[in-house]
């Protein structure tokens, strides 16, 4: 079998904005970017769960991604608000 290069992706975060709840949590909502070396460029939307340690740093635990489609996203925020 050929060996394959993996190509290295660069993340970055456009926008985002958290909210916090019960003792230390926070809900995320960002827009990231994603570029490969070879120049290729995705645009997402991620929700991430995490908490705060006690010095205030932020730690994430989970996280889902959904593609930066108006229709997508627009069945996901329908869906929350009718849930």
Do not use: W
Not at 49 to 71: H, M, N, Q, V, W
């Amino acid at each position: 079998m050929e060996n394959q290069r993996r190509s290295k992706v660069h993340f970055e975060t456009l926008d985002s904005e958290k909210i916090g709840f019960g003792k230390s949590n926070f809900l995320e909502v960002a827009r990231k970017k994603a570029t490969t070396e070879e120049g290729e460029e995705n645009e997402f939307i991620s929700l991430s769960r995490g908490y705060y340690l006690d010095d205030g740093t932020a730690r994430f635990k989970k996280s889902l991604t959904i593609p930066d489609d108006p229709e997508i996203r627009e069945f996901v925020a329908e869906k929350i608000r009718t849930l």
